[in-house]
């Protein structure tokens, strides 16, 4: 008896004219009916749900534009606006009205105005000091109210800075930045006395050596005597067995005494810096009494030039070829000494600060004679006019008593000859 094997294979349809192999429509519907509408079926193919797009928008929900509604909802989902969020607003408003200059302005300006107010509430945004409303604000004047606000971060930014580094630092790099910070450049001689102040701070009167090294360094500080004395009065101690009640008696002297040469330097450091901050504040109100009249010994100059000489003079803008920054009139003696040198402008320069007076003479001397040839010149062109005049009017005299058909030629005069 034998056994076929009978293979079964699913195949998929996706209607019943694939599976028949006929157009079931027409097989259904009688010619001359319409077709009727086909229901969906286990076979229809359907797409997404988007009925939802359809639902009627409630009354009390508002109707934004685009641009608007995008404004709206990033101002709803930052709940703490930030400095660059109204920059950002700013900076979109003004691309907008580029974009459609005249054209009716969106709710840029009302979210501006509400994000700033919160921030100032939370403290993060200092409006001017001018009185003037929000509102009314100009483009200016909201760039110049982010710009000032910037700045004012930034610079209380850079005072934190230091501050936080320095709480960071040991007590012997914290004595060391404030030395560097009052503008102290010897550190040889800085690091020794913190050196020597650290070693002694390190001394013990545990052992012998270091109860001897506290009573030398003590009696060396307060100048015993020589050497040699001290070196006896050591051996005496050991001798009466006073050498560690001695050193525990002058250890905290010792300490207090090696503090106090690290902070007398600190000290002075600071005393020169203030100094020297004192002498520039007197150098400005110096340069300023001398340009705000807007003449400098007798001559009239204008607002321009009062700024660029104030700024030239006071502010150190440009570096310097000793790698500090140094100020214009630095940079320019700079300049034209080793990058582009016009020693005829440093001379000059030169002579009037070593001789202003006897410089000026000169200025005036050259100016007199310039105007003296000046009115020479003006003569002599005047009184050739004259000479040319009468000579005119001969030549036209003689013409007139000359023969018929008879002339002269008279020679030619320089009269711009000397």
């Not at 519907?29 to 086909?38: F, H, L, R, S």
Request: net charge negative; aromatic share 6%; no cysteine.
């Amino acid at each position: 008896m034998s056994t076929d094997n009978t293979n079964i294979q699913e195949i998929e349809f996706d209607n019943l004219d694939d599976l028949l192999g006929v157009d079931t429509e027409s097989i259904l519907v009688p010619q001359g009916e319409e077709t009727p509408e086909k229901k969906p079926s286990i076979f229809s193919s359907t797409g997404p749900d988007t009925s939802f797009l359809d639902k009627p928008i409630k009354n009390d929900e508002p109707v934004l534009k685009n641009e608007e509604q995008g404004e709206e909802s990033n101002l709803k989902k930052e709940e703490t606006p930030t400095l660059e969020d109204l920059n950002t607003l700013l900076e979109t408003s003004i691309e907008e009205s580029e974009k459609n200059p005249g054209g009716r302005p969106s709710l840029t300006k009302d979210v501006m105005i509400e994000t700033a107010n919160k921030l100032i509430e939370k403290g993060l945004l200092f409006p001017f000091d001018d009185g003037k409303k929000l509102e009314d604000y100009s483009q200016a004047d909201w760039e110049e109210l982010l710009e000032a606000n910037f700045n004012e971060k930034e610079q209380k930014l850079l005072e934190e800075v230091p501050t936080t580094f320095y709480n960071s630092l040991p007590d012997e790099l914290k004595r060391a930045y404030e030395y560097y910070d009052n503008g102290g450049r010897d550190f040889k001689n800085f690091f020794k006395a913190l050196s020597a102040s650290e070693e002694m701070k390190s001394l013990t009167v545990d052992s012998e050596e270091g109860q001897e090294e506290i009573v030398r360094s003590y009696l060396h500080a307060t100048r015993y005597g020589t050497p040699e004395e001290i070196e006896e009065e050591i051996d005496a101690l050991k001798d009466r067995g006073d050498l560690e009640v001695k050193a525990q008696r002058f250890k905290p002297r010792l300490d207090q005494m090696q503090d106090q040469i690290v902070q007398e330097k600190i000290r002075k450091q600071q005393e020169a810096r203030e100094q020297q901050q004192a002498q520039a504040q007197a150098y400005q109100e110096n340069v300023y009494r001398a340009l705000e009249n807007g003449e400098i010994n007798g001559v009239k100059i204008d607002n321009k030039i009062q700024n660029l000489l104030f700024s030239g003079l006071v502010q150190p803008n440009y570096p310097s070829i000793s790698g500090r920054q140094t100020n214009l009139l630095g940079h320019l003696l700079e300049k034209y000494q080793w990058v582009e040198p016009r020693h005829d402008l440093i001379a000059e320069a030169l002579w009037l600060l070593a001789d202003p007076n006897g410089y000026k003479d000169k200025l005036r001397e050259g100016g007199e004679k310039s105007a003296t040839a000046k009115t020479v010149r003006m003569l002599k062109t005047e009184e050739a006019s004259k000479i040319s005049s009468s000579t005119t009017d001969e030549k036209e005299e003689t013409t007139s008593r000359q023969p018929a058909g008879r002339t002269l030629n008279r020679p030619k005069k320089n009269f711009f000859g000397r």
